[in-house]
């Protein structure tokens, strides 16, 4: 059974930093891309970035933000500085496996002073 769980989210001033972590289980970690979404209130769940043979980001997050994973731990992160009031939003582990989607059940994170 495929899980992934979230962790790492929380209060931050703008201009702060925080790092997500999401690990996984139930499928092989290093032969799958794995990607971290984020739903800010009243918006529609957008991609912030993946990493599998290569690194994509939106381009909301370029230079801010990095996606890493460690395969012996089977868990990616997400790195994120520079935060910005509009970064508030709740942040979601995704990954595609043998043609399924699954989603973590996120981690909320708040950037205000």
């Known amino acids: 059974q495929v899980q992934l769980v979230e962790s790492g989210g929380g209060l931050v001033q703008p201009g702060g930093s925080l790092r997500l972590s999401c690990t996984a289980s139930g499928f092989t970690f290093s032969g799958n891309a794995m990607t971290w979404y984020r739903q800010a209130p009243g918006k529609e769940r957008e991609l912030v970035a993946t990493?599998?043979?290569?690194?994509n980001y939106a381009d909301s997050v370029k230079g801010r933000f990095t996606i890493s994973r460690d395969n012996g731990k089977n868990t990616v992160y997400l790195q994120m500085n520079s935060l910005k009031p509009e970064d508030t939003a709740v942040y979601y582990c995704?990954?595609?496996?043998?043609?399924?989607?699954?989603w973590g059940k996120g981690t909320l994170v708040t950037v205000s002073s």
């Open positions: 995704y990954v595609r496996y043998l043609l399924v989607s699954y």
């Open positions: 990493i599998g043979g290569s690194t």
